[in-house]
T-cell receptor, first 111, second 113 residues
């Protein structure tokens, strides 16, 4: 079975500071990993995904994530936070025939 | 040219009523899903259809019945609504398999009073 854990239900960073959102997964098979973002009153949209190949994955809006098999992690980063990055972020992994989501991390950007 | 569209966006109804939520995707995807997001933002899969065939049916009360008339549509009918059914329901689609990302609709906020 696979599951995903997001550390920190709320993360606050100052505008211009590094963003780091943590995601760890448990897996007995090679995982497919995703990060999604949800803005208020909207559906989720894909930021980036890892299936195979290069372990450093670049996504939209300047975000990237690195798949680290030894640490079973897929943390999301962005070098410089922008006010428009304030949103809910979800890490997801495949399990059996479905995609399982973490509980989400609310990112707050401080002016 | 919305990719995944759901209607209605808001639904307010009383306990015991029956209601439906409609979903359509124009992406040509084979697989469609219903997810439920609770007040704590937790997302849980409810159903998945592939080419009109039910492939995932999570532990959901049988008051919830999905219907897929064709692969571009997946509707959700809910009988005898209860207070605990209040949530945001998201429709999503994906091209094929688990490697393909999910494309979400904007959600239907259901409030049962």
């Amino acid at each position: 079975a696979q599951s995903v854990t997001q550390l920190g239900s709320h993360v606050s960073v100052s505008e211009g500071a590094l963003v780091l959102l943590r995601c760890n997964y448990s897996s007995s098979v090679p995982p497919y990993l995703f990060w999604y973002v949800q803005y208020p009153n909207q559906g989720l949209q894909l930021l980036l995904k890892y299936t195979t190949g290069a372990t450093l994955v670049k996504g939209i809006n300047g975000f990237e994530a690195e798949f680290k098999k030894s640490e079973t992690s897929f943390h999301l980063t962005k070098p410089s936070a922008h006010m428009s990055d304030a949103a809910e972020y979800f890490c997801a992994v495949n399990r059996d025939d479905k995609i399982i989501f973490g509980k989400g991390t609310r990112l707050h950007i401080l002016p | 040219d919305t990719a995944v569209s759901q209607t209605p966006k808001y639904l307010v109804t009383q306990m015991g009523n029956d209601k439906s939520i409609k979903c359509e995707q124009n992406l040509g995807h084979d697989t469609m899903y219903w997810y439920k997001q609770d007040s704590k933002k937790f997302l849980k899969i409810m159903f998945s259809y592939n080419n009109k065939e039910l492939i995932i049916n999570e532990t959901v009360p049988n008051r919830f019945s999905p219907k897929s008339p064709d692969k571009a549509h997946l509707n959700l009918h809910i009988n005898s609504l209860e207070l605990g059914d209040s949530a945001v329901y998201f429709c999503a689609s994906s091209r094929d398999g688990l490697r393909s990302p999910l494309h979400f609709g904007n959600g239907t906020r259901l409030t049962v009073t």
